[in-house]
């Protein structure tokens, strides 16, 4: 990986930082556990998956490794909009 | 008085009744009960337990504090006698559980075939934790394992038997994998992966017996007379529901527990949901099988409501699974094939007997290396579709089939010699999240 694709990686993940959460779709879960397994601050993302809430907890890096890991689509990043009228 | 509920079994269906009755009843009285000294844990977890992509630990999703804040009173212990007309249900150590309403959602279980050998402590079937235990024990002293079956199941076996041991052989009876849900292409790229991955895939292949030496699994013997030396033999050739308390107490039964469209069986006060439970499928137009953990969820969701004073109509969901097989990942969603499964008796684990039941239809097909769709084209409608590799369309397919989306205005193209699939789709779902 060259320094202009980290660069680039690292805005990527700034605005997904700064504009996106993970959110699920109950309907797809079998509560395998893989996303509370990898996530690297231990927030219960399979909770978030049976309730069908978005991961809104504060400290959530949106590393993305829930998102990849899940073997079956269950998780993806949804647009916020930060400055809500 | 506050009103009695009993669940028997303590998998997603009972769980997720147990949340919907307590939910409508605050002051109700809910006793879960389970033969499985593991409670609640996500069996479709297993097969990643067994690759070791996940913990123990992680195979259970609820803490203490869930079970605790839902007020449950859970139960360990085997039902053997229910009775309708006295509303009680006897257990195995005498005990005698009283209701009101009564749920049965007590799962399946693998089916195991009479062959000589079949009883030996190294031949396993793979059901609930203390199976897959068994079968991790077993594979880490094992050389050899064979892998007999098909469906879902039989590939999760073999995938974590790969993990540990040295040879892997995977028996078929006939040519193809799964042969009335995929299609002889998405087949063989399952059979190619595994043979790539070492796997010895060995077709036409029917196991006849299972030989020991010294009291220990030594071989198998196929019906050619072919035999494959191994410690460990895995058997994956179906799952019945656990309907024998129905069908000792007189309630309806054909392959698993009728009922109607409220999930209410034949006889008063006794509901049914998840993989017991035979629901009936607007799409099919009767009754059918799923073994699937979303449909045992909203099963026992739409149960729980209704045992607890509601009148939920039932209408079951499409059918979709999606899963790995041999390293692939797959959606199945829809009907998709039909007739019978040479590998199989009757149906699998994450499966669904809607996907066999594929009438009048005409099929689209895209594929490169394996990435993988395949569409079925009704007149109006999508009606099924299977999808390997990249999952990008999954989502927006689900909703097409589900929501029986009018294809009109792309099907020519849809139709059409090497019709670019992806494109098409994504346009008449562009506005899809
Ligand atoms: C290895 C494996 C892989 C799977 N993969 C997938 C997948 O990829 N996708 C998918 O959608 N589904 C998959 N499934 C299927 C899914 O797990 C089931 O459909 C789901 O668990 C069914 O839920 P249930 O509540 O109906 O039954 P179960 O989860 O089987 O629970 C049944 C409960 O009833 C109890 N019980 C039964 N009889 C009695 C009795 N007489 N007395 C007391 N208790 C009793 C049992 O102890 C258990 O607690 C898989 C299953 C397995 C085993």
Partial sequence: MTLRDLLQRDRARRTTLVTG????????????????Y????NIDVRRHAWLGEPVQESHCLTCGECVARCPRGVLHFERIELFQP | ??????????????????????AADAGGHITLL???????????????????????????????????????????GQASVLDPAGHRLLLSNGATLPYDRLLLATGSAALRPTLPGIDLPQVVTLDNLADAERILGLAR???SA?????????????????????????????????????????????LDRLAADGVQVHTHSELAAIEAKRGRVASILTAS??????????????VAPRAELARAAGLQVDRGVLVDEFLRSSAPDIYAAGDVAQVYDVRAGKALLDTLWTAARSHGDAAGQNMAGGSLR??????LNVTRLAGITTTIIGSVGFGRDADLVGIARGDSELWRQLGQALVAEDEHEVNRLRLLVGPTTLIGAVLMGDQRLSRPLQRLISEQTDITSIRAQLLAPNAPLAALLTRLTEGFR
């Fill in chain 2, 225 to 238: 007379g072919k035999r494959v030396p191994c410690d460990l033999v895995a058997m994956a050739i179906g």
């Fill in chain 2, 314 to 319: 039932y209408v079951k969901p499409t059918p």
């Fill in chain 2, 146 to 190: 064979v892998v007999v079956g098909g469906g879902i199941t039989a590939l999760e076996i073999v995938e974590g038997l790969r993990e540990h041991c040295r040879r892997v052989h995977y028996l078929l009876r006939g040519e193809r994998y799964w042969g009335n849900v995929l299609d002889e292409a998405e087949g063989r790229i399952v």
């Fill in chain 1, 21 to 36: 959460q993970v959110t699920p779709e109950a309907g797809r879960c079998v509560q395998c556990g893989i996303c509370t």
């Fill in chain 2, 1 to 22: 008085m506050s009103t009695r509920y009993v669940i028997v079994g303590q998998g997603v269906a009972g769980i997720a009744a147990a949340e919907a009755i307590r």
């Fill in chain 2, 141 to 143: 002293k094992a050389h």
């Fill in chain 2, 34 to 76: 389970s033969d499985d000294p593991h409670g609640y844990y996500s069996r479709p977890g297993l097969a990643y337990y067994l690759t070791g992509e996940i913990s123990r630990a992680h195979l259970f999703p609820w803490r203490e504090a869930e079970f605790t804040h839902l007020r449950l009173q859970r139960v360990q």
């Fill in chain 1, 38 to 41: 990898y996530c690297p601050i």
